[in-house]
């Protein structure tokens, strides 16, 4: 049964404007969530992160948001940017230090 | 530069011919797993492993075969490959610290015919 969930397979978007990606879990004894990014013909690449003690991490122009009590978390682009084309997939990790993936949202920015 | 190196990138093999994907990593990690990416289904993990000569399943371990003999080396077998394995494998590492992430390699294309 799938732990960590990405309703949206796809997204587009404009340039400059925010891009928002959203995953669920199911298991409360996740702590630590992550956000990686995939470019075709590459492996995935670590974005963000965020501590199931905090509720919002930033680094540039990525923020990632964590709702606990509703299981959710996103991520945000802000500003839009070509290459930021790719497939973004979210994960999440517990006290079994395995890591749960979802199945990936497209992101497609148009310039 | 750190990274994890998977070989081959692409590899086509017939039913029942025993394959070996290698995955080795030069950042001293504790913690190597090996994944595979099918359309719909996300990042599954086969086998994982926390330590030299300590392996486990993951959630689709049917199939593989993994082992741990020295630290840097995480090779996946696949005795008698089936259609079925034909997919994207993607072999990972951590420092397997509380809340440290997972790093990849490019990935292994393997087509079973």
């Known amino acids: 049964d799938q732990q960590v969930k990405q309703n949206s397979p796809s997204l587009s978007v404009q340039e400059g404007r925010i891009s928002i990606l959203n995953c669920d879990y199911t298991?409360?004894?996740?702590?630590?969530f992550l956000w990686y990014k995939k470019y075709p013909a590459e492996g995935p690449t670590f974005l963000i992160s965020?501590?199931?003690?905090?509720d919002k991490n930033e680094d540039g122009r990525f923020t990632v948001f964590l709702n606990k009590s509703a299981k959710h978390l996103s991520l945000h682009i802000v500003p839009s940017q070509p290459g930021d084309s790719a497939v973004y997939f979210c994960?999440?990790?517990?006290?079994?230090?395995?890591?749960?993936f979802g199945t990936g949202t497209s992101l497609t920015v148009i310039p | 530069e750190a990274q994890v190196t998977q070989n081959p990138r692409y590899l086509i093999t017939v039913t029942g011919k025993k394959l070996t994907v290698t995955c080795s990593q030069n950042?001293?990690?504790?913690?190597m797993s090996w994944y595979r990416q099918d359309p719909g289904l996300g990042l599954r993990q086969i086998y994982y492993?926390?330590?030299?000569?300590?392996?486990d399943k993951g959630d689709v371990p049917e199939g593989y075969k993994v082992s741990r003999k020295e630290k840097r080396n995480f090779p996946l077998i696949l005795e008698s490959p089936s259609p079925n394995q034909t997919s994207l494998y993607f072999c990972?590492?951590?420092?397997?610290?509380?809340?440290?992430?997972?790093?990849f390699g490019n990935g292994t294309r393997l087509t079973v015919t």
């Open positions: 990972a590492s951590s420092s397997g610290f509380y809340n440290s992430p997972l790093h």
């Open positions: 298991n409360s004894m996740f702590d630590y």
């Open positions: 965020i501590s199931s003690i905090k």
């Open positions: 994960a999440a990790s517990g006290t079994d230090n395995q890591f749960y």
């Open positions: 950042m001293n990690h504790e913690y």
């Open positions: 492993s926390m330590n030299v000569e300590v392996t």
